[in-house]
């Protein structure tokens, strides 16, 4: 099947930094990516869609400033935590469609762990 | 057994048993529907999906089971094995394209050898 990579798998970093997720499509092309994050032991929860060509749609109570997409190319979405802090740290998870013969079917990463100190 | 409380609900089997996973999903529009096995610390991994239009549909040891009457999927694992360990998911969406999806609670599944 489709590959979709993240990067970095896991990153620590200070309260008040900011951080940057890439989530790339290794095979193919996706002019839509999603982006969700996951609590421990809990279920995804989409964020945002990620468009290219044009801005990012924000699911309700997801802050835009917060966390800023950016979809460069039709491989790579990136997600930039701002002034992360503590409550920030979760599981990110991106996913990318692509069409198969079964039809659409979403391709997902294996996730980015972000631990705020 | 499964057991349900403040932690995932989880599913305790013996391998070789056949397991049932079950999800009540949210959205009565819903028509595509879709089961994902995640593993620790990864990303979900597709496994079967089932459209509105069938009510049954199997692949290699498993089967989705879909009732739109009372909003209910079940995905039956056949002689599972110690490798079916994972979290379940089951996630709805509008049609089967680029929709986004919205995923269940999940349910982990513990296979002892």
């Known amino acids: 099947g489709a590959v979709v990579s993240q990067h970095p798998s896991r990153v620590i970093c200070k309260s008040g930094t900011s951080v940057k997720i890439e989530c790339r499509s290794l095979?193919?092309?996706?002019?839509?990516m999603f982006w969700y994050r996951q609590f421990p032991k809990k279920s995804l929860m989409l964020m945002a869609t990620s468009n290219e060509g044009s801005k990012a749609t924000y699911e309700q109570g997801v802050e835009k400033d917060k966390f800023l997409i950016n979809h460069a190319s039709l491989t790579l979405s990136t997600l930039t935590v701002t002034s992360a802090h503590p409550e920030d740290s979760s599981f990110y998870i991106c996913?990318?469609?692509?069409?198969?013969?079964?039809?659409?079917?979403?391709?997902f990463g294996p996730g980015t762990r972000l631990t705020v100190l | 057994g499964e057991s349900v409380g403040l932690h995932l609900p989880t599913l305790s089997v013996q391998e070789g048993d056949n397991s049932i996973i079950n999800c009540a999903y949210s959205?009565?529009?819903?028509?595509?529907f879709i089961w994902y096995k995640q593993e620790s610390g990864k990303g979900p991994q597709f496994i079967i999906d089932?459209?509105?239009?069938?009510d049954k549909r199997q692949g290699q040891r498993v089967t989705v089971l879909l009732n739109k009457t009372v909003k209910h999927l079940s995905l039956q694992i056949a002689a599972t094995q110690p490798g079916d360990s994972a979290v379940y998911f089951c996630a709805e969406t509008l049609d089967s394209g680029y929709s986004t999806l919205t995923f269940g609670k999940g349910t982990m599944l513990l296979v002892s050898p």
């Open positions: 089932i459209r509105s239009n069938m």
């Open positions: 095979d193919f092309q996706a002019t839509t």
């Open positions: 996913s990318a469609p692509m069409m198969t013969s079964g039809g659409n079917e979403q391709f």
């Open positions: 959205n009565s529009a819903s028509d595509y």
